[in-house]
Every structure is written in C-alpha cells, then in structure tokens.
C-alpha cells in the first residue's frame, strides 16, 4: 500500500512539471492582455482548437501509461520500452495526418466557430503557426508516460523549466519586438510555443540516452520496425482514452464558442479566467495522474485490495490543497487579475467568475482523482462512458445558458459546477457498484 509519502514522492515532480509548463499558457495570456482583447479571444480560440486535436495524441499516452505502468507493477521492465517506442511511431504518424488536416480545413471550421472577423483573424492568424506544435507535442507525451509510468517523475520538472524559460524569453521577444527580436503580436505567441515544445523534446532525448538504463527498459530494440500487434493491445487501451480526452475537451471549445458570442470582452475575461483555472488545478492534475500511475501499479503488484483506500488517500490530500488555493483566491481575486490584465474593465468584469470557479475547482478536487482512477484500473471503456453521460448533460446545461439564454459569462461558468459535480456522482457510483476488479491489460 502507498504511503503519503509514496503519493507526495510521485506527484510533487509531476506538480512542479505541470506549474512550469503552465507559466506558458499565463505567460501568453498576460502578454497578450496587454495587446488587445482581440489578442486574449484569438489567442484563446485558437489555442483551444489547437489543444482539443492534441487531446488525441495527450490520451493515446495515457493509455500507453497505464499499460507501462501495469508492466511496471508486475516488475516486467523489458516490456516498458516497445510500449513507449510504438507509442512514438504511432504518434509521429498521427501529428502528420492531423497537421495536414488542419492547414486544409482548420480556416473553414474557424468561419463557421467564430462570429466576430476580427476574432478569427486573430485565431488563424495563431493557428497557422501554432499546429506545427504537433510534431514536438505528440512525442512529448510519450516520454511523460514514460516517466509517470516507471514512477521516475522528477525529470518532468526540470523539463518544464526549461521550456517554461524558453517560452517566457521567446514571448517577451517575439510578441512585444524586444531583445533584438522581430514584433510578431499573436503570431510571436504561437511561435514561441512550438520552440518551447521543440527544446522539451530535445532534453527528454538528451537525459534519456545519459541516465536510463535501456536494456532493462526494453529500449535497445529502437532500431526494429513497426510493431502492429503490439500497437493493437494499446490502442484497446488508448482508444477510448483518446476520444474520452477528445470530447472532453471538444465541449470546452463549444463553451467558448457560446462566450464568444456574447462579446470580444466576455470572450477575453472568458480567457483570463480559463487561465486561473488551469492553473489553479494543477496540484489536482498531477494527483490525478499520480492516482492513475499508482493505481496500475498497485494492480500489477497484486494489490487490489488496497485500490479503494489509496484513491481516498490521494482526493483528500488534494481536496486539503485545493481548500488553501481556493481561500488565497477568494481573498485577493483583483491582485490575480492584475498578472493577467491592466484594464481595469476586465479586472471587475471577472471578479464574479472567479468565486465561481472556486466551486467548481472544489468538487473537481475530488472529482478528477476518482475519476482518473478508474482509467489507472484499465477500465478506459467505462471511463469513456461515463465522461460522455456527464458530457451530454454538460452540454445541454451550456447551450442553454449560452447559446438560448445568453447569460453573463459568470452564470456561463456555472456549467464547470455541473460538469464536476456530475463526474463525481458517476464515478462514485461506479467505483461503488461497477465491475473494475478483473480488468487484464
């Protein structure tokens, strides 16, 4: 049985990792607060876009984590490796296809998404760069599962630093014209980013070959070809993942699609917001994949007894975090907004939402870990099917308010209360009373 210890052990590097790379999305969304609304709406519409395709290959890796982590468990190191080495082939495959669909008709679904033309101006013209982010950010995650699965998590962090740093110079650079960079605006952003996410990619490759013992891994076998079979038993894994992650992420877009619509100003607090929020649940984030890592492991090592304590364990020490985040931000909402912005219209017109999502950020504290691990127990089809009742639901609740309703963006984010609150009832209910004892992966 895991110890708190043994869970603060695996999530803190994983935490530091996800707050590093966080400071890429804060660090975009102050800049280009200090450009323009139309900025914040176009940078954030297109980066939506941008994430809801790179949940295909973000959910492929979780899949072929909980497989690397069952393998980890059950102490068969060797076959760690052609897990991750299929994973990488198989993505670099994917982010061709996907980048080539998107240059062909990413501008069309765009028109059809995005009423104002001066948004989609904004978006396109960050779309149009930031897809080439597809090549580095696709293999990125199968190192990430790679790590979390062995339970080898501190590079993550020193990782993120790197790109962190990387993205900040890069943004202050190329957005603003300083450093003897060209000034590029939201075009700037979306370059710095894929950058960062190349120079992720090239310290995973470096520190991999310096400090990982490839024999026991399975990784010397790199220089076979591509293996359908064993890509067929993850793909049972990760196909549901991939389009659970993809729905999920599917209907926040359609969130801001509804947002946009009430204006360029709701659009950007819309933004602003979404960024507190991600960040804000980050100490969750990395709970929840620490819960899915620990829980295939805990299986794997003939554990299972135990999985029910250990998930209890991991949502009340994120439930304690997420109490202390949620009160500091409660207390000094205006300073918050002040990182992001320095118009004072946006700062009031966000302050409501804020304490809204300091509910939702509550429930989600518990939510996500025992949602998360139902995924690590390898029943990534029931997962699925239970995000999509709770989706459909989320759906409805945001057309309404949104779309029929037009509600101020503050009753808008109500639906983030619906959402959690729904996924914790469901995967509750399935944990109680679902079969997720006997799951062969």
């Known amino acids: 049985?895991?110890?708190?210890?043994?869970?603060?052990?695996?999530?803190?590097?994983?935490?530091?990792?996800?707050?590093?790379?966080?400071?890429?999305?804060?660090?975009?969304?102050?800049?280009?607060?200090?450009?323009?609304?139309?900025?914040?709406?176009?940078?954030?519409?297109?980066?939506?876009?941008?994430?809801?395709?790179?949940?295909?290959?973000?959910?492929?890796?979780?899949?072929?984590?909980?497989?690397?982590?069952?393998?980890?468990?059950?102490?068969?190191?060797?076959?760690?490796?052609?897990?991750?080495?299929?994973?990488?082939?198989?993505?670099?495959?994917?982010?061709?296809?996907?980048?080539?669909?998107?240059?062909?008709?990413?501008?069309?679904?765009?028109?059809?998404?995005?009423?104002?033309?001066?948004?989609?101006?904004?978006?396109?013209?960050?779309?149009?760069y930031r897809i080439y982010g597809f090549f580095f950010s696709f293999i990125n995650v199968m190192f990430?599962?790679?790590?979390?699965?062995?339970?080898?998590?501190?590079?993550?962090?020193?990782?993120?630093?790197?790109?962190?740093?990387?993205?900040?110079?890069?943004?202050?650079g190329l957005i603003f014209g300083h450093l003897g960079m060209p000034e590029l605006g939201i075009k700037g952003?979306?370059?710095?980013?894929?950058?960062?996410?190349?120079?992720?990619?090239?310290?995973?490759?470096?520190?991999?070959?310096?400090?990982?013992?490839?024999?026991?891994?399975?990784?010397?076998?790199?220089?076979?070809?591509?293996?359908?079979?064993?890509?067929?038993?993850?793909?049972?894994?990760?196909?549901?993942?991939?389009?659970?992650?993809?729905?999920?992420?599917?209907?926040?877009?359609i969130f801001f699609v509804a947002v946009e619509r009430l204006g360029e100003q709701q659009l950007a607090i819309s933004n602003i917001i979404r960024s507190i929020y991600v960040v804000i649940l980050i100490p969750v984030n990395a709970l929840s994949t620490t819960a899915n890592s620990l829980v295939s492991n805990l299986i794997g090592s003939g554990g299972i007894k135990n999985v029910s304590k250990l998930v209890w364990k991991i949502a009340r020490v994120s439930l304690f975090i997420m109490i202390i985040l949620t009160t500091f931000i409660s207390l000094f909402p205006r300073f918050i907004l002040s990182i992001y912005t320095n118009n004072t219209d946006l700062i009031e017109g966000s302050v409501s939402s804020i304490y809204v999502i300091i509910v939702a950020m509550l429930i989600a504290s518990v939510a996500n870990i025992v949602f998360s691990a139902i995924s690590g127990t390898g029943n990534t089809r029931s997962a699925l099917w239970l995000e999509v009742i709770t989706l459909i639901i989320y759906t409805g609740y945001v057309a309404i308010v949104g779309l029929v309703l037009k509600a101020p963006v503050e009753i808008c984010f109500t639906t983030e209360i619906v959402y959690y609150g729904m996924l914790f009832i469901v995967s509750y209910l399935y944990f109680k009373r679902g079969n997720w004892q006997n799951k062969n992966i």
């Open 1 to 128: 049985m895991f110890t708190n210890k043994n869970i603060w052990k695996v999530s803190y590097p994983i935490l530091l990792s996800l707050l590093a790379q966080n400071i890429i999305n804060v660090t975009d969304t102050a800049f280009l607060g200090r450009v323009s609304e139309v900025a914040i709406g176009g940078s954030a519409m297109g980066g939506l876009f941008y994430i809801c395709i790179f949940t295909l290959a973000f959910g492929f890796s979780t899949g072929s984590q909980i497989v690397i982590a069952r393998r980890n468990g059950e102490g068969r190191y060797f076959e760690v490796g052609p897990v991750m080495i299929q994973g990488v082939i198989f993505l670099l495959g994917l982010a061709f296809v996907l980048f080539g669909l998107t240059k062909a008709f990413g501008g069309d679904i765009m028109h059809l998404l995005v009423s104002s033309p001066n948004v989609y101006d904004a978006t396109m013209e960050f779309l149009d």
């Open 144 to 172: 990430r599962a790679f790590y979390v699965g062995i339970t080898k998590t501190k590079v993550m962090t020193a990782n993120a630093v790197f790109m962190a740093l990387t993205n900040v110079v890069l943004d202050y």
């Open 189 to 253: 952003a979306a370059i710095a980013s894929v950058i960062a996410e190349a120079v992720s990619i090239l310290f995973f490759i470096i520190y991999t070959y310096a400090a990982v013992d490839f024999k026991k891994y399975g990784l010397t076998n790199l220089r076979y070809s591509f293996n359908p079979k064993l890509l067929g038993r993850i793909l049972r894994i990760s196909s549901f993942t991939m389009l659970q992650y993809f729905l999920s992420m599917s209907t926040w877009f």
